[in-house]
């Protein structure tokens, strides 16, 4: 029987489907990875990136840019650590 919170993970791995392989990858690794045991704050800030445009994340993830607003730039400093 499928729980509240694998429910959950389904829909954010369809959100994490950004049509750009190497963005799936990314979100897709921290979701497997850091989702379970993160913080509420912390998913928040997660699902804020989600909503941000893919030429936008791919700027920041490949460090062409840095996001202004801290808690997302630091959650994409910690997706891109994440060991392949």
């Known amino acids: 029987m499928e729980t509240q919170d694998d429910v959950e993970l389904r829909k954010l791995r369809w959100r994490c489907r950004r049509g750009m392989r190497e963005l799936d990858q990314l979100f897709e690794r921290w979701l ?8 509420s704050e912390e998913r928040g800030v997660f699902l804020q990136l989600l909503a ?4 936008k994340l791919w700027r920041w993830f490949i460090g062409h840019e840095v996001p202004e607003d801290a808690a997302l730039a630091a959650m994409v400093g910690k997706i891109r650590n994440l060991p392949p």
Request: overall charge negative.
């Open 52 to 55: 941000c445009e893919d030429d």
């Open 32 to 39: 497997d990875r850091e989702w379970r045991q993160s913080p």
